[in-house]
Nanobody
Framework: QLKLVESGGGLVLAGGSLRLSCAAS????????TGWFRQAPGKEREFVAA????????LYADSVKGRFAISRDNAKNTVSLQMNSLQPADTAIYSC?????????????????WGPGTQVTVSS
């Protein structure tokens, strides 16, 4: 089993930045395609960003493109999400997820392992 734990969430003013981290443990090879998703109160979980197993390819939701950047450090078994120019609409619980297959993309069902999430709150 693979365990994922997010960190780095918090309260920030609009226009500010946060950096989220997703730490993986419990599996010999944790270099899996990884994504970030978010869920705001009363809304469905939505895709934010994804990265392939070696960081060679990334994918972003249109709503965060140009503001967020996903990256990974396989030596440290971590995937990060740098979030800049945050807006109140970005307020949500952010979760990282890893896929057991060779690719994952935007679809929630493609991901096997999920972290508990970290709260991001952006105030205006």
């Amino acid at each position: 089993q693979l365990k994922l734990v997010e960190s780095g969430g918090g309260l920030v003013l609009a226009g500010g930045s946060l950096r989220l981290s997703c730490a993986a443990s419990g599996r010999t090879s944790s270099n899996l395609p990884t994504g970030w998703f978010r869920q705001a109160p009363g809304k469905e979980r939505e895709f934010v960003a994804a990265i392939d197993w070696n960081g060679g390819a990334t994918l972003y939701a249109d709503s965060v493109k140009g503001r967020f950047a996903i990256s990974r450090d396989n030596a440290k078994n971590t995937v990060s999400l740098q979030m800049n120019s945050l807006q109140p609409a970005d307020t949500a619980i952010y979760s990282c997820a890893a896929a057991s297959g060779p690719s994952a993309g935007r679809r929630v069902v493609a991901y096997t392992y999920w972290g508990p999430g970290t709260q991001v709150t952006v105030s205006s």
